[in-house]
């Protein structure tokens, strides 16, 4: 059984990725470790409307009977937990950042929160973006020094020592994006007010 704590943090997180157009009505992932232990959105359930009985927890180092009903990510999952000292991970499908993912190779905020705390969000690529252990192993890799990345055309996977704070990365990556937009539609020129900003591309 799920502490009842546990499932009002998924149940408000996923909300609001749902609410914010993070995601589609059965997209994106949310999981926390436990110890040697994982708790993952169950396959198929509706992020933004969670229910007690759509959170599984199952082993963070092999199979057991948990991992029939678990998330087709949950290889995705496991692998960012045994190779980062994440305790949380937030995957989502920020529309706007996706959009931005496909013709870049790193994303470079330029409004002041994103610059100040993410610098810049690489894009990796993978063929079959889904739960593969190519994914997996990429996925982990990169965000070994990264707090959030982009899966080029799929979404975001952030991580942090609570969902809260992975969510807070994945929000801070689209609000970034999003500025970056609004300020191609208004189509005046940019003036630069960030001292060093040559630099954020090098972190």
């Known amino acids: 059984m799920i502490d009842q704590r546990i499932y009002e943090m998924f149940r408000e997180i996923g909300q609001s990725l749902y609410t914010h157009t993070m995601i589609s009505s059965h997209g994106g992932n949310l999981s926390i470790r436990l110890g040697d232990r994982v708790v993952i959105k169950r396959r198929g359930a509706m992020l933004g409307c969670l229910k007690p009985h759509d959170l599984i927890e199952t082993r963070l180092d092999k199979n057991d009977s948990g991992v029939a009903l678990a998330s087709t990510e949950l290889l995705v999952h496991r692998t960012v937990y045994l190779n980062t000292p994440a305790l949380a991970i937030c995957h989502c499908h920020p529309r706007t950042a996706i959009a931005y993912s496909l013709s870049r190779d790193e994303i470079v905020p330029i409004d002041n929160?994103?610059?100040?705390?993410?610098k810049k969000v690489p894009v990796i690529y993978?063929?079959?973006a889904s739960g593969t252990p190519q994914?997996?192993?990429?996925?982990?890799e990169v965000l070994k020094n990264y707090k959030c990345i982009m899966l080029r055309g799929h979404g975001s996977f952030s991580t942090g020592q609570t969902l809260d704070e992975a969510f807070f990365w994945s929000s801070t990556l689209e609000e970034a994006c999003q500025i970056m937009?609004?300020?191609?539609?208004?189509g005046e020129p940019f003036i630069e007010y960030r001292t060093n900003s040559e630099n954020y591309g090098k972190f």
């Open 113 to 118: 929160e994103a610059s100040y705390l993410l």
């Open 126 to 128: 993978e063929e079959f």
């Open 135 to 140: 994914m997996a192993n990429k996925v982990a």
């Open 181 to 186: 937009l609004f300020t191609k539609q208004v």
